[in-house]
């Protein structure tokens, strides 16, 4: 399943986002644990309030308005939300220990990378970083959202990109979410993966994304860290969108639920999450 684009050659290239073709597919039940029930405070209306960090850890320190801050305290839902689709239909798959409480549109385009995307970007507009905001389509062009504040419009003939007038000036959230959009529609795991910086375990952060690009393709972004500084050890906790376009879900770890929703950076070779497999490799920074 591809998302709803027109016949021009860049679709065809843009099409390279998450698809029903995950490795894993088939409905998982959820499981509590004693253990991970302690960690789960369902008045919690944000990310760092939900979910406590289990016995001998603390919460990583962050900057001030920064992105790993802004993520840390995504809003959420209340405990035992579903997941909706863009269409209001329920995700059947229960892979899910939150639902971030952020409205997607009512177009099948808020997948994968697009949610990761729509994050960075959210970010920086409500931090007023506009010059900062910008993403490249599937053929490599470049769209700044700068340009488009000013009025100026993407035009696309074939599969030749450039920038025209013909928008009107504006900064208003309407205008940033068509623009989010565009992005949205041209723009893909494919895209994304050539833009991020791979990093390392060692150096993993608060906003850092997995991501497998191509179709079929996936991206799961880091949205809390917490480390035990006796040990080193460090925890960090997942969220994604998937296809149909759906609302973003903090994922559950169903390979070790005594601490689920957080994973560990021990002894990782790899990370399986609930509905995607990474290689540690695949790990990459804004």
Not at 80 to 109: C, H, P
Not at 169 to 178: E, R
Not at 188 to 206: N, R, V
Request: glycine content about 6%; charged content about 25%.
């Amino acid at each position: 399943m591809t998302k709803l684009l027109n016949t021009l050659t860049i679709v065809l290239l843009a099409a390279t986002s998450c698809t029903s073709q995950g490795i894993k597919d088939d409905v998982i039940d959820k499981v509590e644990s004693e253990n991970s029930i302690s960690i789960l405070n369902p008045e919690g209306t944000k990310i760092s309030e939900r979910f406590t960090v289990p016995d001998g850890f603390e919460r990583t320190e962050e900057l001030e308005n920064s992105f790993q801050s802004y993520l840390r305290n995504l809003p959420l839902k209340p405990d035992g939300s579903d997941v909706l689709y863009y269409d209001g239909r329920k995700k059947s798959n229960q892979v899910f220990a939150a639902v971030v409480d952020l409205e997607i549109g009512k177009r099948d385009l808020h997948q994968c990378a697009d949610a990761v995307m729509r994050l960075r970007g959210e970010y920086l507009w409500s931090t007023n970083q506009y010059d900062k905001i910008h993403f490249n389509f599937t053929n490599g062009f470049r769209v700044d959202y700068s340009k488009w504040m000013q009025g100026q419009r993407v035009g696309i003939d074939g599969n030749r990109t450039y920038w025209k007038t013909g928008g009107t000036p504006s900064n208003t959230y309407a205008s940033f979410w068509k623009y989010m959009e565009l992005i949205f529609t041209y723009a893909g795991t494919l895209s994304l993966d050539k833009e991020l910086k791979s990093t390392t375990i060692g150096k993993m952060k608060i906003g850092d994304v997995f991501i497998k690009g191509g179709s079929p393709g996936h991206a799961v972004i880091i949205v809390d860290m917490a480390i035990n500084k006796t040990t080193g050890e460090k925890l960090f906790m997942l969220a994604q969108s998937y296809m149909p376009a759906q609302e973003i879900q903090v994922l559950y770890n169903f390979n070790q639920q005594n601490s689920s929703p957080w994973y560990s950076t021990n002894n990782r070779t790899k990370l399986d999450t609930p509905e995607w497999n990474f290689s540690i490799d695949q790990l990459k920074s804004f």
